[in-house]
């Protein structure tokens, strides 16, 4: 299995560990977010997924249970028995979209919420524009939700970029041992990965048939039995 991807996820790793403060501080206080709990970001709409590193699924597993997280969408690879193998956890969203904890404008677990919850919106990473050049993005969603040019002081700005970089470098940290693993274990059992197997059971998941997906948790791939009415029930 081709593994060239590392050396780019570290060397983005690298890009974001080393991205001067100062710049992303003086974003933050331009920005001067200031969230009015209109809820957008708690939606499938408006947020595809709330993807989890390893130590937030796991103490939302212990708060809440595991039947509170579901495999991250959009699997990266599927074995030629069509097993499906993702990078880690996400949260489960409720029928009309809403985030399982979102219950009448609140977090239910606000206190011991996702890392990507708490820096939300800013992020550190690289992306193309409409005409192709990939450069370093801070802010997403900017102008479609909350306050904005309000007063932010130094020391939550050191503490956002502090946590934006945990996030950014955690989240592709993770991938590397995915990715690693993954080799592995296909290697170990003789495995490949299959486009076509893959198409195939995911329109099997479409018609509501049952996928198996393993999960990259902690080190280990859990196993997990999924169906599209139980991700998003009708």
């Not at 408006?46 to 997280?69: K, M, P, T, W, Y």
């Not at 969408?73 to 069509?82: A, S």
């Not at 592995?184 to 995911?202: E, G, I, N, P, V």
């Amino acid at each position: 299995m081709d593994l060239t991807k590392t050396d780019e996820i570290e060397k983005e790793i690298k890009g974001i560990i080393s991205f001067p403060e100062g710049q992303f501080t003086k974003i933050i206080r331009e920005v001067g977010f200031e969230c009015d709990r209109c809820g957008k970001c708690c939606t499938s709409e408006f947020n595809d997924h709330v993807f989890l590193l390893d130590e937030d699924a796991q103490r939302i597993i212990e708060h809440s249970g595991r039947e509170c997280l579901r495999p991250a969408p959009y699997y990266d690879f599927c074995d030629n028995l069509g097993r499906f193998y993702v990078s880690g956890y996400a949260l489960k969203n409720k029928p009309g979209g809403n985030c399982i904890f979102y219950t009448r404008s609140r977090c239910e677990i606000y206190n011991i919420r996702p890392l990507v919850c708490r820096i939300y919106p800013y992020m550190l990473h690289r992306e193309a524009d409409d005409d192709g050049n990939v450069e370093w993005r801070q802010i997403s969603g900017l102008d479609r939700h909350g306050f904005y040019h309000s007063d932010i002081n130094d020391r939550t700005c050191k503490e956002i970029v502090k946590e934006v970089k945990k996030y950014e470098s955690g989240f592709l940290e993770q991938k590397i041992r995915f990715l690693h693993a993954i080799r592995d274990l296909f290697r170990k059992h003789a495995l490949r990965q299959s486009q076509q197997m893959y198409d195939r059971r995911m329109r099997d998941f479409g018609k509501g048939k049952e996928i198996e997906v393993y999960v990259f948790f902690k080190g280990i791939f859990v196993k997990e039995i999924i169906s599209n009415q139980i991700i998003n029930p009708k």
